[in-house]
């Protein structure tokens, strides 16, 4: 570990503690207990400080002491956080963020930042009370009367602190804000003489008395980047002679040496000592040592339930340890390459499959190779979880919009999320971000409407935004909705006329109007606001999901609301497929869209058409060989998939039927990426290639095929 | 940075530490100090231009007067610069560089002033 890389982690651990933060200050303006997200604020803010401290950041420090100061008060049930003084927290910890920011930059906080610094800290010292208002050495744990007792600190740093880019000296700044360093020395008695001297070792150690309320976690906290290497003993106030005398043997100098320092700090009188000592070579001389503790109890030094109590909570510091280590850091680059080594894994387990299956008998080679696909199957359904994040994250990042953007507008509009917890790749919350902050950005600007036209409509005065995530069959939905004004179809249809979208006599449904809204060119604010209206529109957010390979669609009721609803896939590197050929190429769908499969003829409806009749229900169907011009004869006896793609069925009759197949899915070269109905590539066991078909864009396609020619009216968005 | 120049005190050689004594610069001030030491009698260092030190700067410090112990010869650091003197107050070593016992008898109120205690008589 070198320097850059410990404050790297304390960035990207100050990012996740500021969001903690953010997240606690936005539960509290809902109703509930405050005690939970006001104690997650104040830990976050300490360690926060705390790490600053270690890596000697003041300014951090500076600015998040009063902060925590604040905070403490409000634990402490002495100041309400509310109204005004959560704004001011908001402030705050978005000034912490810019902080964190700079330092990540490498930059020197700007005069313009420092300026709003002193500026929060300024609003915030009505809050501090009396005496508290100057962010000095100041035990933040120690509330007004609280008894302040002695500590004793005895550490001997690693040789390799140093190194490390630790700073003893920012331990000893640092502890100064805990509590009060009564007294101090510094031991260099380790220091080796002449040349042997390697001046990048650190011979340090520290004997300290320190007046503080903080508590023993606390202190111990301070020294959490060097505590592994380095020995700390922490003996606490009104501790026994027996806890000094431990102490003592436990360190590597001499024990008169030690001795001497501890009377000098006032631990222990120099009779107290003696004795001391004298007993420890009295045991040091019996035969079986006793363990300590032990001897404490037979010595009637400590009673039998403290040192219980003791074990207990050695024992709870341990599974704290574990529980710490449950969670760990992979880069997501790691990530991504493990999950195509597997997709690699994949294919190659298939060839192996397809190639024992040729060779036919060959000594249970087949039940060998099913095996390892069987195992390889498990290894990619792990590797895919691994990459599968919780949705709660994003929609939580949309409070803070939410509250901030009602405000600004003079809306009430409260944020409901349902389904925080459904997974989906990482990759795809990425992506999904920027389309998500647009619609909601639109329900709230066009979406709900003010409060005294909700108020003249009858409605709550509060607007209420829905953000909702569920899984179904293989795809992730979600759902952004309001209970506002719903969308306006004449105005929609008259921008699109007005725009050339649409000609004034098409006949249009609803439906159609109101995908209007995605057509590239088209906005209908009437105003251009702060928000939306910035020339992106919703176009853009249809590409983007249709890159995601997902698709949007749109309820709405006039003075009701409005629902969009994406349907995303779980992932994008790995599907379950169903092969089918074509004039001897493979094609694949995905399975989970595919709901049965059939003979053409008996179920044919109208050729003329292209409909089949499906056990009464009259759905399209479109031939593969016609949608990409395959040359040659179809075969007698034609097949058909039925897949479904939403709310729509539609046929794709195929020559035959191959059956399922996982595979990796390669993303198109660029030639092709114009080609419609396709959506990938991947490679069959036997090295072939085979073309993954776009069943979103397949059902569209065979559904404007039997389509009324009126609907043709609309511009089409690709051809 | 560390920059050490040649300069001198009421009349005696000495040398003028200046920029910072930290990590980065300890392997070169404990070659170029240590040798300065075994030249002479008696090292003087002038601290007043050093703008930064840390716990290692200090620990080179804390080295190089014990080597001066060892040869029976003479260090004294005077005109301590605020960085200095924060440093030592810190880490309540000035006891260490004033003579030769390791805990300062006047270290116990832990709230001395130990930048001008600094002197070896």
């Known amino acids: 570990m070198d320097l850059d890389a410990a404050r790297q982690t304390y960035i990207i651990e100050a990012r996740e503690l500021l969001e903690a933060m953010e997240e606690a200050l936005l539960a509290l303006e809902e109703a509930g207990d405050p005690t939970e997200p006001v104690n997650a604020m104040f830990r976050a803010v300490h360690t926060i400080k705390g790490s600053a401290g270690l890596f000697g950041l003041d300014g951090i420090v500076h600015f998040a002491h009063t902060v925590e100061s604040v905070l403490d008060r409000v634990r402490g049930h002495q100041v309400a956080l509310e109204g005004e003084l959560i704004g001011l927290m908001l402030e705050a910890h978005d000034h912490l963020g810019g902080l964190i920011a700079d330092l990540q930059a490498d930059q020197p906080e700007s005069p313009a930042s420092r300026l709003q610094g002193e500026q929060i800290l300024a609003r915030l010292a009505p809050h501090l009370g009396g005496g508290l208002t100057k962010a000095a050495p100041q035990a933040p744990e120690a509330p007004e009367g609280a008894v302040r007792e002695g500590w004793h600190l005895s550490i001997r740093f690693g040789r390799d602190v140093f190194r490390n880019g630790m700073d003893p000296l920012s331990f000893v700044r640092f502890l100064g804000t805990l509590g009060r360093i009564t007294h101090l020395t510094s031991i260099f008695s380790s220091l080796p003489q002449r040349e042997a001297f390697e001046p990048e070792d650190c011979h340090l150690g520290l004997e300290i008395e320190l007046d503080t309320a903080a508590s023993r976690a606390a202190i111990e906290d301070v020294f959490e980047f060097v505590r592994e290497d380095s020995l700390i003993q922490l003996v606490p106030p009104n501790a026994l002679v027996e806890d000094y005398l431990r102490l003592i043997r436990a360190l590597p100098e001499e024990e008169r040496f030690l001795g001497e320092i501890l009377v000098a700090g006032g631990c222990l009188t120099a009779h107290e000592l003696s004795q001391a000592l004298a007993v420890q070579k009295q045991e040091a001389r019996q035969e079986g040592a006793r363990l300590l503790g032990t001897i404490l109890i037979e010595d009637n030094a400590v009673p039998p339930p403290v040192v219980a109590a003791a074990l207990d909570k050695q024992k709870k510091a341990a599974e704290r340890q574990t529980q710490e280590l449950r969670v760990i850091k992979v880069s997501a680059d790691k990530l991504d390459r493990l999950v195509d080594l597997v997709g690699e894994l994949v294919i190659a387990g298939a060839t192996a499959h397809a190639r024992a299956a040729a060779a036919q008998g060959g000594g249970g080679l087949l039940e060998a190779t099913q095996t390892v696909n069987k195992l390889v199957e498990e290894i990619r359904d792990n590797a895919l979880s691994l990459r599968m994040v919780q949705i709660g994250e994003t929609f939580n990042r949309f409070r803070r919009i939410v509250r901030d953007v009602s405000k600004e507008l003079g809306k009430a509009i409260e944020l409901e999320i349902h389904g925080a917890e459904t997974e989906l790749d990482k990759t795809i919350v990425e992506k999904l971000s920027d389309p998500l902050m647009h619609i909601v950005r639109n329900a709230i600007d066009h979406g709900i409407e003010p409060v005294d036209v909700r108020q003249a409509r009858g409605k709550p005065e509060s607007g209420t935004l829905f953000l909702q995530a569920s899984h179904e069959a293989g795809s992730i939905i979600i759902e952004v909705s309001d209970d506002g004004g719903g969308l306006n179809k004449d105005r929609i249809l008259a921008k699109a006329i007005e725009r050339g979208l649409v000609r004034a006599d098409a006949e249009l449904t609803d439906n159609e109007i109101i995908n209007l809204i995605f057509e590239p060119g088209f906005s209908t604010a009437d105003a251009v606001s702060n928000l939306s209206g910035r020339g992106v529109g919703m176009d853009v957010v249809r590409r983007n999901i249709d890159e995601l390979r997902g698709t949007i669609e749109v309820e709405t009721a006039p003075g009701q609301g409005t629902t969009m609803r994406m349907r995303l896939p779980l992932t994008l590197a790995i599907i379950d497929g169903f092969r089918v050929e074509v004039a001897g190429a493979s094609y694949v769908a995905p399975l989970d869209v595919v709901i049965e499969c059939l003979d053409l003829a008996p179920f044919l409806e109208s050729e003329e058409n292209h409909l089949i009749n499906l056990r009464g229900e009259v759905l399209p169907f479109l031939r593969l060989r016609e949608v990409f011009r395959i040359p040659g004869e179809r075969p007698r006896r034609e097949r058909v998939v039925v897949i479904q793609h939403g709310e729509l069925r539609a046929g794709i009759v195929v020559d035959r039927l191959m059956g399922e197949f996982q595979t990796v899915i390669k993303p198109l070269g660029r030639l092709f990426r114009g080609a419609r109905g396709l959506g990938g590539s991947t490679i069959l066991g036997t090295g072939e290639v085979a073309l993954i078909l776009d069943v979103a864009q397949l059902v569209q396609l065979a559904a404007e095929g039997t389509a009324a020619p009126s609907r043709r009216a609309l511009a089409a968005p690709t051809h | ?121």
């Open chain 2, 1 to 121: 940075m560390l920059r050490i120049e040649a300069t001198s005190h009421e009349g005696e050689p000495a040398l003028l530490l200046q920029g910072e004594l930290d990590i980065y610069a300890v392997l070169e001030a404990r070659d170029r100090l240590g040798h300065a030491l075994h030249e002479r009698e008696a090292l003087l260092l002038n601290l007043s231009g050093l703008e930064g030190l840390d716990t290692a700067g200090v620990q080179v410090l804390v080295w190089l007067k014990g080597e001066a112990a060892r040869l029976g010869k003479t260090l004294l650091l005077f005109a301590h610069s605020p960085a200095v003197v924060e440093v030592f107050d810190l880490l309540q070593v000035a006891g260490l560089f004033g003579d030769t016992i390791l805990i300062a008898p006047d270290a116990h109120d832990g709230q001395g002033q130990p930048g001008h205690r600094v002197s070896t008589s």
